[in-house]
Every structure is written in C-alpha cells, then in structure tokens.
C-alpha cells in the first residue's frame, strides 16, 4: 500500500552563488550534500514563473541521482525529439521502477501540473501542460551526456535582458551562462509546454467566443457549395534577437471581421505551429480566413506570441471587451467597426503582456477576399506574409 508522507530526497542548492563557470562541466567532483525533505511544490504564481521554473529544475535534478531516471530521460529527448512531457516521464519512471518515493513525486508533480493548468485558464482544455525542452548546441552529437548537459531556469521577461542565465549540472553546481551565447553542451529547460499551452488556451479562447456569440460555429458536415478562403503560403517573422533560452517562439493569429448574419464582430484564434524562429522563412499553405465568415469581403489579421505566463480566461476577457467596445463606436456604421475591432482588442489587453507576456507582433488591416499578396509587411512591420485567394470545393 502506498504510503503517505514519504520523505522525497532534494537537493539544497546556493541559488544565487557559485563563481562563473564555463559550460563544460569537469567530471570526478565531489556531489553535493542532500538533505530529506517533507516540502511541497509552492503555488504557482503566474506573476513570478522565474521562482516555479526554478523550483521545478531542482526538483528535477534531485532525481537525477537515480541511474533509471536518467536513462529514462535520455530516451525521450534526442534529435528528433527535443521536447517531452515531465508528467509522463515521471509518471512511466514510478510506474517501471515503482518504490514510494518515485510515487510520491509523481503525485506531487501532478498536483503542481493541475494548479497550474487552472492558472492558466486550460484546466479542461490540457490534461498535462508541465515539460521539458531540450536545446542542443550547434556543433557536436544530439545526445544527453550527462557529465555535459546541463539544466537551465528560463528567465522571466523583463525590459532588459538577464545578466546570465542560471543552470545547474547534475550534482547541483551553479553554472552562469551567456544569455547572448548558444552554450557548447545541451541544455534542458524545464517549465510549461508551450507548445500546449498555445494549442489548449486557443481552444478555450474560442470556444469562449462561440459561446459568447463572437464566432462562427461551424457545423460539422461537408459544405454544399464551394467556400472562397485565403491561403497563408509564405510567413516570416523579422529578427529581433532571439534569445538561445527561449527554445524558439509559440506564435499565433487573431482573425476579426463582421458577422455575415448580424451586426456584431466574428472572431478567431487560429494555431501556428510551425513559426519557430525569427528571421526564418516558412511555407505552410495554410488556410487562415474562410470569407463566409465575415461580411464585407474583408477582415483583419493580427499576430502574437506567446508568454509563459498567459491567462488565457484573460485574453478571452479581453477580446470579448474589444468586441463590445467596437461595437459601441459613436456613430460609426457597421462596417467601419473592421479596423476599429483590431485596435479596440489590442487596448484591451492587459497592461502586464507589454511588458513581456503575449507580445502583439502585427497587424494587416482589412485584408481584402480574393486578393492576392505577396511579401506585405503588417503595419508593425514585425511580419511579412504571402496570401493567395483558393476555393475549398465540396465533395
């Protein structure tokens, strides 16, 4: 029977001393002293994800004493995958090499991935959301070598960059790294996935908006006629420093217009996966407007990055009270709320994502149906994009 209260061996770490130290970390030093711990994980505080992260690598690397652990996770993260679920790591580690500390951390875990899926707005929309990215350096073979490797605590947004970036490796030496620098060994960054976390908070977003009557439900069977849409063939994001700890960018679109069957704004949050990096060319052939969506024949497209500490209950708030806000423009008729929606949903949102949160990257202003364009930069001038008119055809 399991037992209760089972004392979980962590590692007590300097956070904030230990002298600047390359990335190549020597082999043969002598492990740090662990201490038996009782505590659970603190409550997550989206306004400080610095402290969670680094609270979560420190759990982590305590278990990196245990041989099975390690070669667990060497087998989820390679080359050809770079990111893997902590929860199902350390859920399949207790469930192979079962004894009640691997449980009692599994459980623990999974307490800290539910509040913070609640904090985040996706508790019914994400069954797990805590996980680990591996970044790999440029050079050399894509394997954990654990004398190398090293885990790393993302910073948090601010106005200036961090000083270092704060990693550990496995016997819990600090190590200071250039933020500016790729480091020569891989780095594991533990936290949220992002990557989930933009596909579970748009789902939220817009079933919000359907249920709010700001979107388009779409019945689930084939169209009768054919539907006029506009294909996203080309998109690239300008380059703007994108720092080596970020593991890339989790981008997506925010697709506003006017209802076709009434006076109110239709609205959609629209995925994009594949956008990774700046300064990077990427042909998705992607649908992103299908013109019976909106009236007029036009609508406006706007992009945005994702932050770690998003509220994703808060952006549907906050596109919700754009909508309302277009909507009431003194004397304005129904089509003139086209441009007027775009700029009343980015007054909306909080005052916090400017400084480093969900980033607006751009905005294109009534893109117009069946127009084409190629290389049009948005009115940030942050994005350049391809559209090409194309007719999704009945069966």
Same mark, same amino acid.
């Given at each position: 029977?399991?037992?209760?209260?089972?004392?979980?061996?962590?590692?007590?770490? *300097?956070?904030?001393?230990?002298?600047?130290? #390359?990335?190549?970390?020597?082999?043969?030093?002598?492990?740090?002293?662990?201490?038996?711990?009782?505590?659970?994980?603190? =409550?997550?505080?989206?306004?400080?994800?610095?402290?969670?992260?680094?609270?979560?690598?420190?759990?982590?690397l305590g278990q990196?004493?245990?041989?099975?652990?390690?070669?667990? +996770? &060497?087998?989820?993260?390679? $080359?050809?995958?770079? =990111?893997?679920?902590?929860?199902?790591?350390?859920?399949?580690?207790?469930?192979?090499?079962?004894?009640? !500390?691997?449980?009692?951390?599994? %459980?623990?875990?999974?307490? +800290?991935?539910?509040? +913070?899926?609640?904090?985040?707005?996706?508790?019914?929309?994400?069954?797990?959301?805590?996980?680990?990215?591996?970044?790999?350096?440029?050079?050399? $073979? /894509?394997?954990?070598?654990?004398?190398?490797?090293?885990?790393?605590?993302?910073?948090?947004?601010?106005?200036? @960059?961090?000083?270092?970036?704060?990693?550990?490796?496995?016997? !819990?030496?600090?190590?200071?790294?250039?933020?500016?620098?790729?480091?020569?060994?891989?780095?594991?960054?533990? @936290?949220?996935?992002?990557?989930? &976390?933009?596909?579970?908070? +748009?789902?939220?977003?817009?079933?919000?908006?359907?249920?709010?009557?700001?979107?388009?439900?779409?019945?689930?069977?084939?169209?009768?006629?054919?539907?006029? *849409?506009?294909?996203?063939?080309?998109?690239?994001?300008?380059?703007?420093?994108?720092?080596?700890?970020?593991?890339?960018?989790?981008?997506?679109?925010?697709?506003?217009?006017?209802?076709?069957?009434?006076d109110k704004p239709?609205?959609?949050?629209?995925?994009?996966?594949?956008?990774?990096?700046?300064?990077?060319?990427?042909?998705?052939?992607?649908v992103i407007l299908?013109?019976?969506?909106?009236?007029? #024949?036009?609508?406006?497209?706007?992009?945005?990055?994702?932050?770690?500490?998003?509220?994703?209950?808060?952006?549907?708030?906050?596109?919700?009270? !754009?909508?309302?806000?277009?909507?009431?423009?003194?004397?304005?008729?129904?089509?003139?709320?086209?441009?007027?929606? %775009?700029?009343?949903?980015?007054?909306?949102?909080?005052? #916090?994502?400017?400084? @480093?949160?969900?980033?607006?990257?751009?905005?294109?202003?009534?893109?117009?149906?069946? /127009?084409? *364009? /190629?290389?049009?930069? !948005?009115?940030?001038?942050?994005?350049?994009?391809?559209?090409?008119?194309?007719?999704?055809?009945?069966?």
């Amino acid at each position: 029977m399991m037992l209760k209260n089972i004392i979980i061996v962590t590692l007590i770490l *300097c956070l904030y001393g230990g002298k600047l130290a #390359s990335a190549q970390v020597p082999d043969g030093a002598p492990a740090p002293a662990v201490q038996l711990s009782l505590e659970p994980f603190h =409550r997550i505080d989206l306004g400080n994800l610095e402290s969670f992260r680094r609270e979560l690598t420190l759990r982590c690397l305590g278990q990196l004493q245990d041989a099975d652990f390690r070669n667990l +996770l &060497a087998s989820r993260l390679g $080359p050809d995958q770079t =990111r893997a679920s902590l929860n199902q790591v350390v859920d399949d580690w207790a469930e192979l090499f079962p004894t009640p !500390g691997h449980r009692q951390f599994a %459980a623990r875990l999974r307490e +800290l991935d539910r509040d +913070l899926r609640e904090r985040m707005g996706i508790d019914r929309t994400a069954r797990s959301i805590l996980g680990l990215q591996v970044v790999w350096p440029a050079t050399g $073979p /894509q394997r954990l070598d654990w004398n190398r490797t090293l885990f790393a605590v993302r910073p948090q947004h601010r106005g200036t @960059g961090p000083a270092f970036v704060e990693a550990y490796d496995r016997r !819990g030496r600090m190590v200071k790294l250039d933020p500016r620098t790729p480091p020569a060994v891989p780095v594991i960054l533990a @936290g949220s996935d992002r990557r989930e &976390a933009v596909r579970a908070g +748009l789902e939220t977003v817009n079933r919000g908006l359907r249920q709010a009557g700001f979107a388009a439900d779409h019945r689930a069977d084939a169209p009768a006629r054919p539907i006029e *849409c506009a294909k996203l063939t080309a998109i690239r994001l300008a380059e703007d420093q994108e720092s080596w700890w970020e593991g890339g960018v989790e981008t997506y679109a925010l697709v506003s217009g006017i209802d076709p069957a009434a006076d109110k704004p239709n609205i959609k949050l629209v995925n994009l996966p594949y956008l990774r990096h700046e300064a990077t060319d990427y042909f998705p052939d992607q649908v992103i407007l299908f013109w019976s969506d909106y009236r007029f #024949s036009a609508a406006n497209l706007q992009f945005w990055d994702h932050g770690d500490a998003t509220d994703y209950k808060e952006i549907l708030d906050a596109v919700l009270k !754009g909508a309302a806000a277009a909507m009431t423009a003194a004397g304005a008729p129904v089509y003139a709320w086209i441009p007027v929606l %775009a700029d009343a949903i980015l007054q909306s949102m909080p005052a #916090s994502w400017w400084k @480093g949160e969900d980033t607006w990257l751009d905005t294109f202003y009534a893109l117009e149906k069946g /127009q084409a *364009c /190629q290389d049009r930069l !948005g009115a940030g001038r942050t994005v350049r994009i391809s559209l090409v008119p194309w007719t999704l055809q009945p069966q």
